[in-house]
């Protein structure tokens, strides 16, 4: 069976929308903590000295001991997310969480947008330019990979 479109012509068409997912900061009393505020593609240099929550999955982990590097994801894109306690001590806790978190993870990360040091800007993402250094992190959930 045909299923006829709009016009009658027997094609359905698709209209793609361009829309942002950026989302309007919400009063703090009623967002909870792990809501994000914006997506992972969409932060860019101009956040720079912001604190942002993320939410994705951890598309690729890697531990270099004293420092944690977690790409992570959503639908928008992909930023990087470094847990550092060096640079940041109030991370104790955030560095010891990353260090648990294994590809596909589901987390929620909130964290102060830095822009990347020079000679470590990515060209290939839109958001080579920042990263985010985690303030708090936390496990949504886990995956069996």
Known sequence: MRNPGADGSGVALCVKQETSFTEPPL????????????GCGDVRAE???????????????????????VDLRDRTGVVQIVCDPARNPEA????????????????????KVVKRQDGMENPLL??????????TFRILNTAQT
């Open 92 to 111: 104790a806790a955030a560095f010891e969480d990353a260090k648990k978190v294994r590809n596909e993870y589901a987390l929620s990360i909130t964290a």
């Open 126 to 135: 839109a958001t080579g330019a920042i990263e985010l250094e985690a303030v």
């Open 27 to 38: 009063e703090n009393a009623m967002r909870a903590d792990w809501q994000r505020t914006i």
């Open 47 to 69: 956040h720079v000295g912001t604190t942002i929550t993320v939410n994705g999955w951890a598309n690729s982990v890697r531990d270099h001991g004293q420092v944690v590097f």
